[in-house]
């Protein structure tokens, strides 16, 4: 068994053949080394520069590997997981309103958000992300299950109008919320924002909550914005504002802001997000699926707004391939813009790695390479046939591989995930729990 099957850290040395350590963005370093040392990056150097000081550290040797930071998937709803194929081909609003919500009212417990959450995190830490936003009910239950499989969230407390089996109006959401946010307060991995649903389903007086306890605990707000063009215009039916027009009036836009989708702008309100330094989780493949539009990427990159990448829920999407999702990501912005320079191999990296961090607020911790950060690092596999020739390792990781090639994950410097095998969970007992709740949603509905 290998030494890194453990479940502490341990300081060790990753030789590989290629290092790409995100900044500078397009950088490729070939025969080079990471130096991990108590959970963090100590060193990048060329491998023929390793010393003496590094001499008595294990050494993992990875010389048909392309080593680069953890991914970030900077929207979910993990939970969902378990309805992954439920609900499939139809447009956003019937999805909800007739599909999902009703099936979630019936099933939704404590329970199903731990074994939907373990699902999910399972799958991600196997297809390279390390890192996940993620909103659902019951938040206590989505950071068991990613701490316990040493997985690093932004676990957002829900707030909705609606009655739900978690909380029954916006000031219960709110107040079991806060009190969510203070038990995990001094953890190292999961750190907490507030996650008003969408506009229209929340009012007011809920967002003015949100504004008021984000500003006293300085912590995100994450929020559903411009799906859709249905949902901007009967906003604009209902009371003649579009939706971005009332979050700004009620004071929600600014560097804390977390946007989710974001298809449909104007050109003052790219303005207005690059000017308050708010951000975007761009989920192209869930918009593509449900029919709901395309975010101008390219835009808002250009006016200088972070656009980072989520893969929304699986109920949607129908995996949580980060990877795939910036392969899609780039390839959609080239089409929509007749432009194929929009978004380059790089930027797409940039934006599953250092732009979700950026957006997370975590920055200077991953996100990247460098000395000193926590080493969330991932090793992918290009020994197949299918990556061959080698005339750019960058190029090759977002437009020809995918998650099936990430052979490591390591997240704080533990090995989480090795040569197909989830070191921290149990996947043959997760399996049967997961088919037991697809056996129950088929039985009762």
Same mark, same amino acid.
């Given at each position: 068994?290998?030494?890194?099957?453990?479940?502490?850290?341990?300081?060790?040395?990753?030789?590989?053949?290629?290092?790409?350590?995100?900044?500078?963005?397009?950088?490729?370093?070939?025969?080079?080394?990471?130096?991990?040392?108590?959970?963090?990056?100590?060193?990048?150097?060329?491998?023929?520069?390793?010393?003496?000081?590094?001499?008595?550290?294990?050494?993992?040797?990875?010389?048909?590997?392309?080593?680069?930071?953890?991914?970030?998937?900077?929207?979910?709803?993990?939970?969902?997981?378990?309805?992954?194929?439920?609900?499939?081909?139809?447009?956003?609003?019937?999805?909800?309103?007739?599909?999902?919500?009703?099936?979630?009212?019936?099933?939704?417990?404590?329970?199903?958000?731990?074994?939907?959450?373990?699902?999910?995190?399972?799958?991600?830490?196997?297809?390279?992300?390390?890192?996940?936003?993620?909103?659902?009910?019951?938040?206590?239950?989505?950071?068991?299950?990613?701490?316990?499989?040493?997985?690093?969230?932004?676990?957002?407390?829900?707030?909705?109008?609606?009655?739900?089996?978690?909380?029954?109006?916006?000031?219960?959401?709110?107040?079991?919320?806060?009190?969510?946010?203070?038990?995990?307060?001094?953890?190292?991995?999961?750190?907490?924002?507030?996650?008003?649903?969408?506009?229209?389903?929340?009012?007011?007086?809920?967002?003015?909550?949100?504004?008021?306890?984000?500003?006293?605990?300085?912590?995100?707000?994450?929020?559903?914005?411009?799906?859709?063009?249905?949902?901007?215009?009967?906003?604009?039916?209902?009371?003649?504002?579009?939706?971005?027009?009332?979050?700004?009036?009620?004071?929600?836009?600014?560097?804390?802001?977390?946007?989710?989708?974001?298809?449909?702008?104007?050109?003052?309100?790219?303005?207005?997000?690059? *000017?308050?330094?708010?951000?975007?989780? %761009?989920? /192209?493949? +869930?918009?593509?699926?449900? =029919?709901?539009?395309?975010?101008? #990427?390219?835009?808002?990159?250009?006016?200088?707004?972070?656009?980072?990448?989520?893969?929304?829920?699986?109920?949607?999407?129908?995996?949580?391939?980060?990877?795939?999702?910036?392969?899609?990501?780039?390839?959609?912005?080239?089409?929509?813009?007749?432009?194929?320079?929009?978004?380059?191999?790089?930027?797409?990296?940039?934006?599953?790695?250092?732009?979700?961090?950026?957006?997370?607020?975590?920055?200077?911790?991953?996100?990247?390479?460098?000395?000193?950060?926590?080493?969330?690092?991932?090793?992918?596999?290009?020994? *197949?046939?299918?990556?061959?020739?080698? %005339?750019? /390792?960058? +190029?090759?990781?977002?437009? =020809?591989?995918?998650?099936?090639? #990430?052979?490591?994950?390591?997240?704080?410097?533990?090995?989480?995930?090795?040569?197909?095998?989830?070191?921290?969970?149990?996947?043959?007992?997760?399996?049967?729990?997961?088919?037991?709740?697809?056996?129950?949603?088929?039985?009762?509905?």
């Amino acid at each position: 068994m290998c030494f890194l099957m453990q479940a502490a850290p341990s300081d060790h040395v990753i030789c590989a053949r290629w290092v790409v350590p995100v900044m500078p963005e397009g950088s490729v370093l070939d025969y080079h080394s990471v130096v991990v040392r108590e959970g963090r990056i100590d060193a990048i150097l060329p491998t023929r520069e390793l010393g003496e000081a590094h001499q008595n550290l294990p050494k993992v040797e990875l010389p048909n590997h392309l080593v680069t930071a953890g991914l970030i998937n900077t929207h979910g709803h993990a939970a969902m997981t378990l309805l992954r194929g439920y609900a499939d081909d139809l447009p956003l609003m019937d999805w909800l309103n007739n599909h999902i919500w009703p099936v979630e009212d019936r099933f939704v417990d404590e329970a199903f958000v731990f074994d939907g959450t373990s699902l999910a995190v399972a799958e991600m830490i196997a297809s390279g992300t390390t890192c996940a936003a993620d909103t659902y009910f019951f938040p206590d239950a989505v950071s068991q299950a990613m701490t316990e499989n040493g997985f690093r969230g932004q676990v957002c407390i829900p707030v909705v109008q609606f009655p739900n089996a978690w909380a029954e109006s916006e000031e219960q959401h709110l107040e079991k919320g806060l009190a969510f946010h203070d038990s995990v307060r001094d953890s190292s991995l999961i750190t907490t924002a507030l996650a008003p649903h969408a506009p229209y389903t929340v009012s007011d007086n809920g967002f003015s909550q949100v504004v008021k306890y984000s500003a006293e605990l300085q912590i995100p707000i994450h929020l559903h914005l411009h799906e859709t063009k249905g949902e901007v215009e009967a906003a604009v039916d209902d009371d003649g504002q579009r939706p971005f027009e009332r979050m700004q009036r009620l004071g929600l836009l600014s560097s804390r802001l977390q946007t989710v989708h974001m298809t449909e702008l104007t050109e003052g309100e790219i303005h207005t997000l690059a *000017d308050k330094g708010a951000h975007v989780a %761009h989920c /192209p493949e +869930s918009n593509m699926k449900l =029919a709901s539009g395309i975010c101008p #990427v390219h835009s808002l990159l250009e006016h200088g707004v972070n656009v980072a990448l989520g893969t929304d829920g699986a109920a949607s999407n129908n995996d949580l391939d980060l990877l795939g999702e910036a392969r899609t990501a780039a390839f959609l912005t080239k089409v929509a813009t007749g432009d194929a320079t929009s978004v380059s191999a790089a930027r797409a990296l940039s934006m599953a790695t250092i732009n979700g961090a950026r957006l997370l607020g975590l920055d200077d911790e991953i996100g990247s390479l460098e000395k000193g950060k926590s080493a969330d690092i991932i090793a992918v596999d290009f020994t *197949d046939i299918a990556f061959q020739p080698m %005339h750019n /390792p960058l +190029s090759q990781l977002i437009y =020809a591989a995918n998650g099936t090639q #990430v052979s490591y994950t390591w997240i704080a410097g533990r090995c989480v995930y090795q040569d197909g095998r989830n070191t921290s969970l149990d996947v043959s007992a997760l399996k049967t729990r997961v088919e037991s709740w697809q056996k129950k949603i088929q039985s009762k509905l």
